[in-house]
T-cell receptor, first 115, second 111 residues
């Protein structure tokens, strides 16, 4: 089944403890992207990647890192999480290299709480 | 800069009512436009899309027409069902990979 898989679905952590949220897609998509969803703010883009070893900042990249060493994986890293990073996170991928002509396929989300 | 403005919610309708959710966009050029739907506890999924001016996207009884002159992509459905209760997002990506989403409109349909 074609899908974007994120793990974990739920994560509670403490301020400053490094964490990684994994994202993997099995559709051979070029484009991958991370978003956070907060009430009243819609989805905001954190980082995106149009190819292996190519990553770019979205609208809210501060406090996050990503890597794209393989086409299928695009992990989101929080080196020192803070409470303002408590949010619902989504990974997405698209057949289009820039995500503009083909729809985004989303994972089921990771709900992160930082205390 | 790029932006999407969606009709503010929440929207509450009775079953079989007509639905319109307004969406207007600001973009450089004419990107493909998308409506995504998010059911409770799930990720977003594509509802419909339109790739150029005057295109009409349609799916599951929902429709939206890409209007270049008014920079709009309003979502409509003639007769909503309880199962349509969800959050709806209007969105596009630029050809440089940047995503722009509206804030989302929560629809509740009552029996």
């Amino acid at each position: 089944e074609a899908q974007v898989t994120q793990n974990p679905r739920y994560l509670i952590t403490v301020t400053g403890k490094k964490l990684t949220v994994t994202c993997s897609q099995n559709m051979n998509h070029e484009y991958m992207s991370w978003y956070r969803q907060d009430p009243g703010l819609g989805l905001r883009q954190i980082y995106y990647s149009m190819n292996v070893e190519v990553t770019d900042k979205g609208d809210v990249p501060e406090g996050y890192k990503v890597s794209r060493k393989e086409k299928r994986n695009f992990p989101l890293i929080l080196e020192s999480p803070s409470p303002n990073q408590t949010s619902l996170y989504f990974c997405a991928s698209s057949l289009s290299p820039t995500g503009d002509n083909s729809p985004l396929h989303f994972g089921n989300g990771t709900r992160l709480t930082v205390t | 800069g790029n932006s999407v403005t969606q009709m503010e919610g929440p929207v509450t309708l009775s079953e079989e009512a007509f639905l319109t959710i307004n969406c207007t966009y600001t973009a450089t050029g004419y990107p493909s436009l998308f409506w995504y739907v998010q059911y409770p506890g799930e990720g977003l999924q594509l509802l419909l899309k339109a790739t150029k001016a005057d295109d009409k996207g349609s799916n599951k009884g929902f429709e939206a027409t890409y209007r270049k002159e008014t920079t709009s992509f309003h979502l409509e459905k003639g007769s909503v069902q309880v199962s349509d209760s969800a959050v709806y997002f209007c969105a596009f990506n630029t050809n440089a990979g940047k995503s722009t989403f509206g804030d989302g409109t929560t629809l509740t349909v009552k029996p």
